[in-house]
Structure formats: structure tokens, C-alpha cells
């Protein structure tokens, strides 16, 4: 099975709410984690573009459903980051509405990329987050981001932690270490993206059906 083309993925929109979304049809494969655990990071390394999606020091900057195209029909999606306490209760409400929305009721998605701050991996949130993709049989890639900040040691017992304590999930969730910054991981990424994609790529056109 070949891969898909990354490199020339390209921006499509930007939604407040799943309404404003093109239509519900092909594959998307969605990004979701803290704010600042380095989603739209790791998009930009992925695609080898430097501002595909935006990223910022300051946490909360994603604040709309992004939507990148691969290939016709193959998206990838910078999901709004949750968590960040400085944000007024308001706008956190509505983000984390639009979130569970995508979520909930998006049928083409079909992969979810968690991704965590390797030193504090695990919130609340991210676990509530892999729990409802494990109870909707979608697969979960965790990521544990910024790799670079930890030595190769205790890089190597977060990894292990983390792998354990993912395996109370009951699902279908892989753990790997990710750096944005030092390249760690992306061919895991990569990998793990085209076996989720490819159900798309073997889909027989209507044409070779007949
Ligand atoms: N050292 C290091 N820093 C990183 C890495 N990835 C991201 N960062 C930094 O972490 C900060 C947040 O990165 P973003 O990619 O904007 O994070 P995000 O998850 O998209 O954040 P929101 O859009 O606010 O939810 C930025 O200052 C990045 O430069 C990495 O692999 N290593
Ligand atoms: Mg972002």
C-alpha cells in the first residue's frame, strides 16, 4: 500500500460549528488535545509547511473546527484546543460545544490524533477524550508532543507509562513519542494516518464497480 502525498495537503476552511462544514462525506482524521500540547505544530511538521496551520505561544489560538485537504475526500482537522483556564467561561463553553459536536456527529471521521505534552500527559480531558473515541470505535493515536524537552530516559519511561496506562482503555489506541521541533515520530504519524486513509484509496470508484 503506497501513501499519501502529505506534502501538498492546503488549507480548506475554518468553521465555528459543524454546520459550517463541507459536506459529510470521504475520510477525515482529526487533531485534538490541550491547548498548547502542539496540534497545529505537529500538522505543519506532518505537511512540511511552515504556517499551514497557525500555531502560537499563546494557548487558545485554534479556535475553529480547520480543515485541511490531502486528496479528494482526505482531510486532516486542527480541532480547537480544550482545557486553558484563562479563556472567559463563555467562549470556553462554546469551543468545547463545537468540539463534542465534531465529534459526535461527523461519520466521516475515522481517527483521532490525541495529542499530549509528553511531561503531563493523561488530563482529564485527554483521557474523557480517548474514552468516547474508544466507546465510538474510532482508533486513537496518541501523541506524546515535544519529546524534545525530556532526555532520552525519561522520555522513554513516559512512553512506557503512558502505553500502560493506555491499555485500561480497552481500545484501540496506540501510543508513540513526537517531536515537532526534532522530527521524532512523524513516519509513526504518517504511517498510522495512510492505514486509517486507505480505506478510501482501495474503495473501488463508481465507475469500477460496474
Ligand atoms: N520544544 C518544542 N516545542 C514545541 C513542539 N511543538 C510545539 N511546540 C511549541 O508549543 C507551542 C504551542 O504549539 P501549537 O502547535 O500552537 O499548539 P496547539 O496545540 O495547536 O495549541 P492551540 O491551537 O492553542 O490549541 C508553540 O510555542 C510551539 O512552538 C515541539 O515538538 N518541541
Ligand atoms: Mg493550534
Given at each position: 500500500m503506497s501513501g499519501w502525498n502529505y506534502h501538498v495537503t492546503h488549507f480548506v476552511t475554518s468553521a465555528p460549528d459543524i454546520r459550517h462544514l463541507p459536506a459529510d462525506v470521504g475520510i477525515e482524521v482529526a487533531f485534538a488535545g490541550r491547548s498548547n500540547a502542539g496540534k497545529s505544530?505537529?500538522?505543519?511538521?506532518?505537511t512540511n509547511q511552515k504556517s499551514l496551520a497557525r500555531t502560537s505561544k499563546t494557548p487558545g489560538r485554534t479556535q475553529l473546527i480547520n480543515l485541511f485537504q490531502v486528496a479528494e475526500g482526505i482531510r486532516l482537522?486542527?480541532?480547537p484546543g480544550y482545557g486553558y483556564a484563562e479563556?472567559?467561561?463563555?467562549?470556553?463553553?462554546?469551543?468545547?460545544?463545537?468540539?463534542?459536536e465534531y465529534l459526535q456527529k461527523r461519520e466521516c471521521l475515522k481517527g483521532l490524533v490525541v495529542l499530549m505534552?509528553?511531561?503531563?500527559p493523561l488530563k482529564d480531558l485527554d483521557q474523557q477524550m480517548i474514552e468516547w473515541a474508544v466507546q465510538?470505535?474510532?482508533?486513537v493515536l496518541v501523541l506524546l508532543t515535544k519529546a524534545d524537552k525530556l532526555a532520552s530516559g525519561a522520555r522513554k519511561s513516559q512512553l512506557n507509562m503512558v502505553r500502560e496506562a493506555a491499555l485500561a482503555f480497552m481500545g484501540d489506541?496506540?501510543?508513540e513519542v513526537f517531536s515537532s521541533l526534532k522530527k521524532i515520530g512523524v513516519d509513526k504519524l504518517r504511517l498510522k494516518l495512510d492505514s486509517w486513509f486507505s480505506a478510501q484509496k482501495e474503495a473501488p470508484s463508481a465507475e469500477e464497480e460496474q
Open positions: 505544530s505537529a500538522l505543519n511538521t506532518l482537522v486542527d480541532l479563556v472567559p467561561e463563555e467562549m470556553k463553553r462554546k469551543w468545547q460545544r463545537a468540539l463534542g505534552d509528553i511531561r503531563h465510538s470505535q474510532i482508533p489506541v496506540q501510543v
